[in-house]
């Protein structure tokens, strides 16, 4: 993980987003909205900036936060992205709305985990962006990665969960379940067969896994 210093400095050098994007991140802060860290954010969308992906699933919308910034991003991207929480299922759909984007991002209410079998007819995905509930990221992998293209990328958010997964004790009971469950998907990640992943300390740790 990069030292708080650093990342200070690298977020002082991010050009100025849409005030409706700054409203959104303040909005997160204030109600505790886990939304994707800014550093790790632009760190994405340089990836998928490269990638140019023209189909983008995502697992975990909160408010839209992300599907927004993708979207925005990405004019020629259509993005599909899932959110369980009908309160915030909700206000992602108003923020789609504000930012004008309702027309290139659907949002399906529901549990990622009982949603697959809806997607299985759709056409192929390019990239994959998995950023939910942490215990089950192995879950998602295997019920969507199926649905992404061979040379298309999954992405992994918050691998590195705080600098946790290299801490030797972990006093709180429920960050070590945690931590113990994506330690075993990062090394279950590593060692598949059909991707090739790197892990980078960007944000809370960015795993890219490339399909073959």
């Known amino acids: 993980m990069i030292s708080s210093e650093v990342e200070t400095y690298l977020k002082s050098l991010v050009p100025k987003r849409d005030p409706r994007i700054e409203e959104m991140e303040q909005y997160a802060k204030e109600h505790q ?53 009908e309160p915030r299922y909700m206000e992602a759909l108003e923020n789609i709305r504000k930012n004008e984007l309702a027309d290139r991002i659907q949002v399906r209410f529901g549990d990622a985990l009982d949603l697959a079998e809806t997607l299985e007819s759709e056409d192929l995905f390019d990239v994959l962006f998995i950023d939910a509930a942490k215990g089950q990221y192995q879950r998602f992998f295997d019920l969507y990665g199926k649905m992404v293209k061979p040379g298309g990328v999954v992405f992994s958010d918050n691998v590195l969960f705080r600098g946790l997964v290299a801490e030797d004790v972990i006093e709180e009971k429920r960050l070590r379940s945690i931590v113990k469950k994506l330690r075993i998907y990062n090394e279950w990640l590593m060692s598949h067969p059909d991707y090739e992943t790197r892990i980078l300390p960007v944000g809370d740790g960015l795993a890219i896994s490339i399909k073959k």
């Not at 994405?44 to 979207?71: C, F, N, V």
């Open 33 to 85: 909205v886990p939304i994707m860290d800014l550093v790790g954010m632009e760190s994405l969308l340089q990836q998928l900036k490269l990638i140019q992906p023209k189909r983008i699933l995502e697992i975990g919308a909160a408010i839209g936060y992300s599907s927004i910034r993708m979207a925005d991003a990405l004019p020629d991207a259509g993005v599909v992205t899932i959110e369980r929480d």
